[in-house]
Nanobody
Framework: QVQVVESGGGLVQTGNSLRLSCAASGLTFSWYAMAWFRQAPGKEREFVAAIGWRGWNTEYADSVKGRFTISRDNAKNTVYLKMNSLKPEDTAVYYC????????????????????WGQGTQVTVSS
């Protein structure tokens, strides 16, 4: 059974940084694209960033380009989201997702379908 578990959320001030981690199990991690989504109160879940199975292929939402970086460590079965220059509008529950298909690239992760989701981790950015 595939599982993903997020960690690293918290309360930070505007302009500060956080790094989220997502540990995956139950799959050959290096074969699968991974992504981060977020959901703010009263809003739909939205795509944040994705990384393809090869690791060099990434995709970002326009709202986080230049501030967030997604990366993966296949030896640790973990994907990371480094968030710099955080803004109050980044406040949300952040969810990690594993692709349901092998050998997909980051661009395929924008439309959630067949994903395995984590329970989420809260990120709160105070002004």
């Amino acid at each position: 059974q595939v599982q993903v578990v997020e960690s690293g959320g918290g309360l930070v001030q505007t302009g500060n940084s956080l790094r989220l981690s997502c540990a995956a199990s139950g799959l050959t991690f290096s074969w699968y694209a991974m992504a981060w989504f977020r959901q703010a109160p009263g809003k739909e879940r939205e795509f944040v960033a994705a990384i393809g199975w090869r690791g060099w292929n990434t995709e970002y939402a326009d709202s986080v380009k230049g501030r967030f970086t997604i990366s993966r460590d296949n030896a640790k079965n973990t994907v990371y989201l480094k968030m710099n220059s955080l803004k109050p509008e980044d406040t949300a529950v952040y969810y990690c997702a594993a692709s349901g298909d092998k050998f997909t690239n980051a661009q395929a992760m924008g439309a959630p379908s067949g994903f395995t989701w984590g329970q989420g981790t809260q990120v709160t950015v105070s002004s």
